[in-house]
């Protein structure tokens, strides 16, 4: 072999070292972080059967509690949960989720005002959900609503603020 | 841009030297003769880190308890993108690790590498083994499935049965009364604790060994040397590219293993070893009784011994392959004898068997389910059971498919699974169901009868149906009427029922069934219009039944109570 072949040949195996190593990095770089840093898709809220409509008085919100499954990676666990549902008319029925908008206090309705009340900042709402006053920057959130008969299944949360738009 | 990094280069070499170092490491002087056959070494180191790697990125979303871990696992699996090659690639990188280490090993025997002054590289490299097989041992349980379960089941016994040490064993792995907890937990952490360091620290010596004696040369090399860069590298990195290919594609292709939930009342459950262990599984058989200890313990001592000893018994200068016949025999028999151990193992396991003709009648039907198990298929709708399980095929969920692990179950281990799962699947994620025994008792006898075959169209039962069977069992109709072969012969069979009478005709019997028959000794019912109407429409659905016994019971019936006719 003249020096000129020998230099190619040694440029080629190092060339194929870097080469290879390469390829064996990036299959294992590669999934390694789609696998570390893609979060998982988020599971949807199945619906869930949370009383019966039949107690409701037009107009007055009543808090129902109902167990539901929230899935917490590979765990499944069953939670309480509950709703501030409202009967407007027969088909019209308005479920919120039980947290204010503003901070994740439990509000509550004030029977005597006809409205909701969050005790934390004082943010208070409409029976539609609308704020009155306070610092709460949206209307209650609500949850998506089924009725089946009289049965009253919920499903996933959201701000109505942002469906509107 | 290149003064730069000259630069920078020599500002680090002054510091650490590191460049030193790395040409140091490089640019050894091996035999001429090296190549082609001492690729496997570095495979083994490159595997190993692939291994570290890949077990590294599973911890993140692996929870390493009973139970949770087994859900973990799944969740890794189906919910995370790439989270399949992940474990296929730890669990067959396990496998071809062990491959890659035997054959290491063939190599250095067959060429008699291990000879003066190399015998403590060879004797750490037998420390490796041993270590390499402690990891397959001890990730064997991590899964936390029933393969993993049973598996370890019987490792632990063996460990137990140790002269001396025995009991003080199974204390050790937290294995007296079966395997739980302590036991995983010990495994868990000599997997990923402590044999890691351990292995790293061998391997280090190992590669310090090979360095300090020398690439072992062929016989016939005298003088010349060449550079272990490019030349070596490049070969080892051709082979660590080869197997990193076979590697992957099976991660991809080949379906890692996951069964259900450890169980460990499944008593049908065939626990066999990773492919590797199965000739040490099938040595244990040759020996019963009192010659059990010779396999397992005497003989793996012995022939651990034998390999730590193989440099001191072998003390011939001669490496030529061809002259070195003892070696080679004892080589061809340990293989010849392995494969064959490890060929019967595989030959003689059974294959699981799936025993729905021991569940008693096979349904394939809705219509053809006696009321108790139609009322199950209620309480299961109510319990939301499907929220974890399946029953027929379709996307995994977190509990197992219902239909293919039901029917080896009884009847008292499912109330008892109910009322508090734990008890008999430590680990579960099920929360119990709050019924009462009857209630439990109806569910248990609609799993019952669930074969993967007939999930679909039980599944499809009716709403309506479902009510009117409930509505069957709260009156108790049960007592004097047969449905679909269960129940008493006081009344009439009511299977076919719509071909004998009207709805109104049922209606009216159950409401008053003295306006029929004077002599009739059935109660009247007062059921509301919901329970009425979902009761008639349930029985007019029972299909009409050719059964012998239950039209003999129907002619009985008749000649002893001289009911209505059916006819």
Same mark, same amino acid.
């Given at each position: 072999m003249t020096e000129e072949q020998t230099k190619d040949r040694r440029n080629f195996l190092v060339m194929a070292i870097y080469g290879l190593g390469a390829l064996i990095g990036a299959a294992l770089a590669v999934p390694a972080t789609v696998y570390l840093l893609w979060p998982p898709r988020p599971k949807k809220q199945e619906w869930v059967e949370a009383g019966s409509l039949t107690p409701l008085q037009p107009k007055v919100p009543e808090e129902m509690v109902f167990r539901r499954n929230r899935a917490d990676g590979w765990k499944i666990t069953s939670e309480k949960a509950t709703a501030w549902v409202v009967k407007m008319s027969q088909k019209d029925i308005i479920a919120f989720a039980p947290q204010c908008p503003h901070l994740g206090c439990a509000y509550h309705w004030e029977v005597q005002n006809k409205e909701f009340l969050c005790p934390c900042h004082a943010s208070r709402f409409s029976l539609e959900g609308d704020v009155l006053s306070g610092p709460s920057p949206r209307p209650l959130d609500r949850y998506e609503v089924k009725i089946e008969g009289e049965k009253l299944l919920l499903g996933p949360v959201y701000s109505p603020k942002e469906q509107r738009s | 841009m290149n003064s730069l990094k000259d630069h920078l280069v020599r500002w680090v070499e002054h510091r650490t030297g590191l460049e030193t170092a790395i040409k140091n490491f490089l640019y050894e002087e091996i035999p001429a #003769? #090296? /190549?082609?056959?001492?690729?496997f070494g570095s495979v083994a180191v490159f595997l190993f880190l692939v291994q570290a790697f890949t077990g590294l990125l599973l911890a993140f979303n692996y929870?390493?308890?009973? /139970?949770e871990a087994y859900n973990s696992l799944k969740y890794i699996m189906s919910e995370l993108t790439g989270g399949h090659l992940m474990r296929g690639l730890h669990h067959w990188g396990a496998s071809l690790m062990i491959v890659v280490v035997v054959t290491h090993m063939t190599q250095v025997f067959l060429f008699g590498a291990y000879k003066k002054p190399r015998e403590a590289t060879w004797i750490v490299g037998v420390g490796l083994l041993l270590l390499t097989l402690a990891y397959g041992l001890t990730g064997y349980l991590l899964p936390w499935d029933n393969r993993a379960y049973w598996g370890t089941v019987v490792t632990t016994q063996i460990a137990s049965k140790a002269p001396l040490v025995g009991s003080y064993l199974t204390r050790l792995l937290g294995s007296e009364q079966s395997i739980g907890v302590v036991t995983f937990a010990r495994f868990y952490a000599l997997h990923v604790l402590l044999l890691p360091p351990i292995t790293s620290f061998l391997i280090l010596l190992h590669i310090y060994l090979v360095r300090k004696h020398g690439v072992a040369p062929l016989p016939d090399d005298r003088g010349a040397t060449k550079k272990f860069f490019p030349e070596q590298v490049f070969k080892d990195t051709v082979a660590i590219f080869v197997a990193f290919m076979a590697l992957f594609v099976m991660a991809v292709a080949v379906k890692v293993p996951l069964e259900r939930l450890a169980d460990p009342t499944d008593t049908a459950y065939i626990p066999r070893p990773e492919w590797y262990f199965l000739f040490l599984f099938q040595t244990l058989k040759l020996f019963e009784g009192p010659l059990e200890l010779l396999g397992t313990v005497v003989l793996p001592t012995l022939a651990i011994l034998a390999l730590l000893m193989v440099p001191f018994f072998d003390? /011939?200068?001669?490496?030529?392959l061809a002259q070195r016949t003892v070696a080679l025999g004892v080589a061809g028999l340990a293989a010849i004898g392995w494969a064959g151990l490890t060929v019967t193992a595989i030959v003689t396991t059974p294959k699981t068997p799936i025993s729905t003709e021991e569940a008693g009648t096979t349904v394939n039907d809705w219509q053809h389910l006696p009321p108790e198990a139609l009322v199950g298929i209620g309480y299961f709708r109510e319990e939301r059971c499907a929220t974890c399980h399946n029953l027929a095929e379709g996307t995994p969920r977190i509990g197992p498919n219902l239909a293919t692990t039901s029917v080896r179950k009884s009847p008292a281990w499912m109330m008892e699974h109910f009322r508090n799962p734990s008890s008999l699947v430590p680990g579960t994620s099920m929360p119990p169901i709050h019924l009462d025994d009857s209630q439990l008792s109806s569910l248990a006898a609609f799993l019952l009868k669930l074969t993967p075959q007939n999930a679909r169209a039980l599944e499809a039962a009716p709403d309506v149906a479902v009510a009117g069977a409930m509505v069957f069992k709260a009156n108790q109709c049960g007592t004097c009427h047969t449905v679909n072969g269960e129940g008493m012969k006081i009344g009439p069979a009511l299977n076919g029922l719509s071909q004998r009478r009207s709805k109104e005709w049922v209606e009216e019997q159950i409401r008053n069934p003295q306006s029929h028959s004077s002599e009739t000794m059935m109660p009247p019912y007062k059921l509301s219009q919901s329970e009425m109407e979902s009761l008639v429409t349930y029985l007019l659905s029972l299909p009409a039944v050719k059964s012998l016994s239950i039209a003999q019971a129907n002619s009985e019936v008749l000649e002893r109570f001289q009911l209505p006719s059916l006819n």
């Open positions: - | #003769s #090296s /190549g082609w056959h001492q690729v929870a390493p308890t009973p /139970g003390r /011939g200068a001669c490496k030529r």
